[in-house]
């Protein structure tokens, strides 16, 4: 279930026994694991590496096979790939980085990393579909003899390649990195059984147009891919409400909380991929709640809305005296 819940049971500790007044505590030393929590770094390691290994082999191989063929849809598919590769290696680089603890400069550690790898990955891939489809496009004005033969054997070996490693990134999905990775491997595995038709039809029809047109198919196949990607990451980089979390939700929840007459300056941000962050003033005339309120409000806010970094504020002037109280103040 990747980073997320490590960092969830990690808390764990930490709520126990923090004064939760100031800003929650990060414990780093503690790595605890419950039933199917997985963190991220560790167990998709060698999925990661297993997958690099075999697409940088089979980039070469589709490459130079592209050449050889002169085939357009050949080149794409390598084109494809090899921007993968290059997003699984930030994703892993990204992921290594957020489980690395927090420093004086560095007070949310590296997470954000996860963020920006997701960005650049989404760019790297529009930029190889751009190169792509100006070629495919210069093919239509001077068609090219394909070999159709070497076009089908070597798509077929990178459908293989990309199901039998897209398995690998079956669970973990909750993290924006392994869904991309997921999602790579997922479209990959489907262009490559473009590529085997259209071999097989320049094959049996001998029209050359069939390999730029198909081209252009992946170069569609990618953005359309990809687009999500670069928006959820832009969005995050942006440090908005993360997917899958209702501001108006928390907002209500807090508010129902015990002794809670008013709440302002409410924040829910990412801190990385998997990680989200909140702070909130909540307004108490009757006094100071305890230790235990902020640690229960802090749990509950952890499993019901996955927001692992709580910090909230105790005001027991209900005159509206902070500075903060305004919606229009950040």
Not at 260 to 281: F, G, K, R, Y
Not at 299 to 323: K, M, W
Request: hydrophobic share 50%; with cysteine.
């Amino acid at each position: 279930m990747s980073q997320h819940t490590h960092h969830q049971h990690r808390h764990d500790h930490d709520h126990a026994g923090h004064d939760h007044h100031g800003h929650d505590s990060h414990g780093h030393g503690h790595h605890h694991h419950g039933p199917g929590h997985v963190h991220a770094p560790a167990s998709f390691g060698k999925a990661f590496a297993i997958r690099i290994s075999l697409n940088v082999a089979f980039v070469v191989i589709e490459a130079v096979y592209g050449f050889l063929a002169n085939s357009m849809a050949l080149l794409a598919d390598a084109g494809h790939n090899l921007s993968d590769v290059f997003g699984l290696v930030m994703a892993w680089a990204a992921m290594y980085m957020a489980s690395k603890p927090p420093t004086q400069r560095f007070t949310y550690g590296l997470g954000g990393s996860t963020v920006l790898a997701a960005l650049f990955n989404a760019l790297l891939v529009l930029l190889a579909a751009g190169a792509i489809g100006w070629e495919a496009m210069r093919r239509f004005f001077d068609p090219q003899p394909v070999a159709g033969m070497t076009v089908m054997i070597v798509a077929a070996i990178g459908i293989v390649i990309n199901t039998a490693t897209a398995l690998l990134f079956m669970r973990g999905q909750d993290d924006i990195n392994i869904k991309g990775a997921f999602l790579h491997m997922a479209a990959d595995a489907a262009v490559s059984a473009g590529v085997v038709i259209a071999g097989l039809l320049i094959l049996f029809t001998g029209l050359q147009w069939i390999d730029p047109v198909v081209s252009l198919l992946i170069v569609a196949v990618i953005v359309w891919s990809t687009w999500d990607l670069l928006r959820e990451s832009v969005i995050m980089a942006l440090a908005a409400v993360p997917r899958g979390i209702d501001a108006s939700e928390v907002r209500a929840f807090l508010a129902a909380s015990p002794g809670v007459q008013s709440l302002h300056d409410l924040h829910i941000w990412p801190m990385s991929t998997t990680e989200t962050a909140l702070t909130c003033h909540l307004v108490m005339p009757d006094g100071h709640p305890g230790d235990a309120f902020i640690a229960e409000t802090s749990t509950r806010l952890r499993e019901r809305f996955r927001i692992s970094h709580a910090t909230l504020q105790i005001e027991t002037d209900g005159n509206g005296n902070c500075q903060l109280a305004s919606d229009n103040v950040i």
